[in-house]
């Protein structure tokens, strides 16, 4: 069987080190190692509308951010297919069918949905497509047949969902679809890397985020601003590392190489550790460890960026074609579920 990967992003603003530690990081690996037949990245520009929907220009304009982003870190529109969701109608398509196989209970019981319509304010009132959009998900997933999703921990209940929706529509009108598996980053740090404000979740949404396309004084500032452990008040105090952010970051960004250049008085990160909890070393100094980490691996994706960014049309031609390739596929699966069903009355 071939080794497909659908993966993506909703246009909402620029991405982050979250995005880069959790999902984009990875897929960069598999795309280079050579081991998928296919790998699909998409912007999920109609997802984006189901929380958006009053601001359809800011979905607009953050998919030639999205798609910059995914160009300085080094996806390659020569190894994956790029794509704009809303261009391939068959997803809607196949969602309306998918509809018919869950129910309003099940929606009701994914903890990532319902923690999202809470820091939505959308208690009272919840868009039926934002409320649904788990199933269109499922849709973008099975569409392409994929395999394996490479995403950040918030993910897991949408594959959930989306397993069930495969197994409940090949056992009722016979296999047509591929059962998906979530492929979560192998470090703990990197399954939900919290915001620089030490809440949960880097999140776009919320506005504590380190983008991949920060200048450096500005990574600087947020990183000197960081949340420590807030019991480690003078430097030769004990200091905690569990659940402190400057060290989750390390943990998600800091490689042995980093020690030998900017901290030699440390061969590695679980060194650091035992100083800071022994006491005696100053949350400054990690932090300006910290900052020496991050401005080396953003400044590569940096420059990268900015060189994409003198060739806009380039951008969209790379997305027009992933989206027109992406379309064939889609259209394929969508006859494949039809015949299953028996739709294709002509
Ligand atoms: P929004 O607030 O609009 O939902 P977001 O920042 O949550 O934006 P998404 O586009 O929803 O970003 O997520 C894209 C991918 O990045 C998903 O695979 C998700 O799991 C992953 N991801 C997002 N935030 C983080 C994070 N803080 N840590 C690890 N992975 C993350
Ligand atoms: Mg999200």
Known sequence: MSKIILTGDRPTGKLHVGHYVGSLRRR?????????????IMIADAQALTDNADNPE????????????YLSVGLDPAKSTLFIQSQIPELTELS????????????????T?????AMRNFETSIPVGFFTYPISQAADITAFKATTVPVGEDQEPMIEQCKEIVRKFNSV????????????PDNAACLRLPGIDGKAKMSKSLGNCIYLSEEPESIKKKVMSMFTDPNHLRVEDPGQVEGNPVFIYLDAFAKDEHFAEFAPDYANLQEMKDHYKRGGLGDVKVKKFLNNVLQA????????RKEFQKDIPYVYEVLRKGSQVAEEVATQTLSDVKNAMRINYF
């Open 173 to 184: 009108y016979g296999e047509a679809l591929v059962e998906p598996e979530i492929l979560l």
């Open 96 to 111: 309306f069918y998918y509809m018919n196989l869950v129910t309003v209970s099940r929606l009701q019981r994914n903890p």
């Open 28 to 40: 960069v690996e598999l795309q280079n190692s050579g081991e998928f037949d296919k790998i699909f």
């Open 113 to 117: 949905v319902k923690s999202e319509i």
């Open 297 to 304: 691996e953003l400044e590569p994706i940096r420059n990268r």
């Open 58 to 69: 800011k979905v607009r304009q953050n998919i030639i951010e999205v798609a910059l982003d």
